[in-house]
């Protein structure tokens, strides 16, 4: 809440009836037959790569991989695809600023500083700025959380919340 913002959608911030309603509507989004061909659609290149590097027996450097698959999985559920022509310019940019605002996850405090708190703002502005656009082209493929969300009636504001988290989870 203190990231983004009061009365926000994030599910991690609700109590009671509202986050029970919340989690309600996102588990039909959640439910193999929608996740299991968004994670196809997102890692089969990566996959089919790494795979034949192993059979010629070539080394492969596995954090390499796992971080390309989640930049990858993350860029696909904001609606962000292969077939975005700026999509290789976008899987770093997304790991970038989700490490970003993660750095200020701590275990031993759960309040940041003020300085931290418009940093990590900041770094949520960028965010959001970089997703929204994508939320207005999510029909073009069924494939992606936002894509589901608009199919639900979320407007872009009703789910910013969530789709930052989301990423910041992946």
Known sequence: TMLTGEGSQALFNMQGDAHHDFKFKLLAIFQPEFIDPMVGEALN??????TKLLQKGETVDIAAFIRRCTARMTCQMLGITARDEQ??????KVAELSDRITAFINIASYKLTDKQLAVARSYYAELIDLIEPYYGKAGKNDHTVIAQLQKRGFSFEDAKALLVILMIEG
């Open 45 to 50: 290149e990566e996959v089919a790569t790494i």
């Open 87 to 92: 999509y290789l310019a976008r899987l770093p």
